[in-house]
Structure formats: C-alpha cells, structure tokens
C-alpha cells in the first residue's frame, strides 16, 4: 500500500457538472498510471485520431522524470527558462507549440534535464493547461506516476477526464486499485472523471475483464487490443493510428459511447 504524506486537498479540477467540452470530447483529458500500462502510447495515439477527426489537438509532456512524447521543437526547457526569467507567457506558449508531420497534433515536449521541474510549479503549469485549453480544442497530457510531483498534480487538476490504462494482470490490477483509493480519498479526485481502460500491451493471456471489474470495484471502460506496431513504438513519431481513430475517440467520449459500455466495449 502507498503510503502517503499528502494533506487532504480542496476538490481537485472541475466539478462533473461543469465538463467542460468540444462536442462529446472532454476539453483536458489526463492519462496518468501508477505502473507500466502503455499510458504514454495510448495518450498519444489519441492525440493523433482527434486530430484525424477534425479538431485542434494540443499535447503536452508533463511527465517531468520520464518524458517519452516525441521531444523536438518546443518543450519545457524553454518553459522553465522563461519562468526564471520572469518572462513566462502561457498564452504565448500556448501558440507556439511545434506542429507534427504528418499527424497535425501541436506538441509541448518534456523536459531534456528533470533538474528544471524544480522551477515549474503546479501554478505555472495550470496556467499553461489553461493556455492550451483556450487555444485547442482537446488537450492530452501525458504525466508521471508519482503523484508528489508538481506536474502531475496540475494535470490531474486541470483534467476533464483522466484515462488509467491498466495492463489487465494480477499485480497490475490490484496495484491499480490501491492507488484509485489514493486519488479519490487522498487527492480528492472526482470518481466520476476518472476511466479505467484495459490495455492488452503486452499481447500475453491476460485476466477477463470481468475480474478486472471485480478486483476494482468498478467498471472498466473499454480495452485495448495488442498492436505489434505499438510495441515497437519509440516516440520519435506519433504511433499510428490507422483504422484505428473511430474507436480512440470513442474512448474519451463523454458520454461514453458505443456497444457494452463498463467492459463490453471491447476493440
């Protein structure tokens, strides 16, 4: 069991009355795990179908210890430069984000020394979440799984929805559920914006969903299947996507849509 020394915290992000939306996509969607799940593949193939489907899709890097989105052009670097300067302009960072090809997704890179995540405090990085927010359509942030970091509370601050893939495993599953437990009663995290997704990155037998569901006490909202071309993933592009949007969107629709909904929604 983690054992914690955060306080309890005031309501973390929006109430669910106040989603705050482009169409049925949540406007801040966070993807965060306690373990190796495939979080950052899923938040950035993601990123790429929602820009395949027509919207302007900012995606950030606020895993500040491991950062494994693509990391060229514009990233937190620059972010902490200008905060010590005392030039920082989120709304300017916001429009300068570097635009990928072929995808279109405009992306905030991470940071190439963790030393500088001392100088990006939650304030900051809320502020540019909001930036981001004003000038996109849907943003995807991508964080860290320690939950004292600064950066990983402002994305779980910010966010709308915040997906927790799962590798559908024993000790994944149940490591899963200590930790749902930390986010709702320790951080005080809206059950209701967080989605738990099963992710088959591994390719091996897995549990049944079901038994995901049980063990956590809740239902899992979709699973993902194994894709070679996933595995092989190694950040200096956006994974592909192909054939696969349609059903990437559907996992961060709200409300969630398609067949089976709470396990049954199966790709």
């Known amino acids: ?24 996509i949540p406007k801040v969607i966070t993807f965060w795990s306690p373990k190796t799940a495939g979080k950052t593949t899923l938040a950035a193939a993601v990123a790429a179908a929602l820009t395949r ?26 972010v902490s430069e200008e905060v010590l300067r005392g030039d920082f302009d989120p709304g300017k960072t916001a ?21 500088r995540a001392e100088s990006l405090g939650r304030s900051e990085l809320l502020a540019l979440a909001g930036a981001m927010a004003k000038a996109y359509d849907v943003v995807i942030l991508d964080t860290n799984q320690t939950l004292v970091l ?3 509370l402002a994305a779980l601050d910010a966010a709308d929805l915040v997906i927790i893939p799962v590798a559908p495993a024993e000790n994944q599953v149940r490591h899963v559920g200590r930790y749902l437990t ?6 005080r995290l809206d059950k209701s914006k967080i ?21 956590l006490g809740r239902a899992v909202a979709g699973q993902v299947p194994y894709y ?30 398609g067949p089976g909904e709470g396990g049954g929604m199966s790709w």
């Open 182 to 187: 930390l986010l709702e009663q320790g951080l």
């Open 95 to 115: 429009q300068n984000l570097t635009r990928l090809q072929p995808s279109g997704v405009h992306l905030l890179a991470g940071l190439t020394d963790p030393v």
């Open 53 to 78: 489907s027509g919207r302007s899709v900012a995606c950030a890097d606020f895993d500040v210890l491991t950062p494994d989105l693509p990391g060229r052009g514009y990233n937190l670097d620059q």
């Open 150 to 152: 600064e950066a990983t």
């Open 228 to 257: 070679r071309d996933w595995a092989t993933w190694t950040g200096e592009n956006l994974p592909p996507v192909d054939r696969r949007e349609g059903l990437l969107v559907v996992l961060v629709s709200v409300p969630l849509q």
């Open 195 to 215: 989605r738990v997704v099963a992710n088959h990155m591994a390719g091996s037998v897995t549990l049944p969903v079901a038994t995901v569901e049980q063990v």
């Open 1 to 24: 069991m983690v054992k914690s020394k955060l306080p309890i915290a005031p309501f973390r992000g929006k109430k669910p009355a106040s989603v705050e939306s482009h169409g049925d």
